[in-house]
């Protein structure tokens, strides 16, 4: 196999757990929860690939993972806590365009 695997197994069934578990405790949360459990699995798994990445997934990773913990504090500003995760999505489209661009230039 030519791709490169960035993340081993047992921290695939980690990050699994809790994904799992995130979703079961959301029944109990109040529901603006639900984000900030997804970003912790995202600083989670950034944590487990980044060294293992290729250059520019790792430079993503460090731009945009690195702004989690900031978002957290503003969870209670639901306009900033909103601009900051659709600032973070513009940066994984970027991210995947030039992913898509690579591949393209491979085949």
């Known amino acids: 196999m030519s ?47 980044r060294e293992r990445s290729s250059d520019k997934s790792r430079a993503f990773l460090q731009e945009n993972i690195e702004r989690v913990p900031e978002m957290r504090m503003a969870m209670s500003d639901v306009e900033s806590y909103t601009a900051a995760l659709d600032e973070r999505c513009r940066a994984v489209a970027a991210c995947l365009l030039r992913h898509s661009a690579q591949a393209e230039g491979e085949s």
């Open 3 to 49: 791709e490169n695997w960035v993340l081993k197994e047992d921290e695939a069934v980690e990050l699994l757990a809790l994904l799992i578990t995130s979703a079961r405790i959301q029944l109990d949360e109040p529901a603006h929860y639900g984000p900030l459990r997804l970003l912790t699995a995202t600083e989670r798994l950034s944590g487990m690939i």
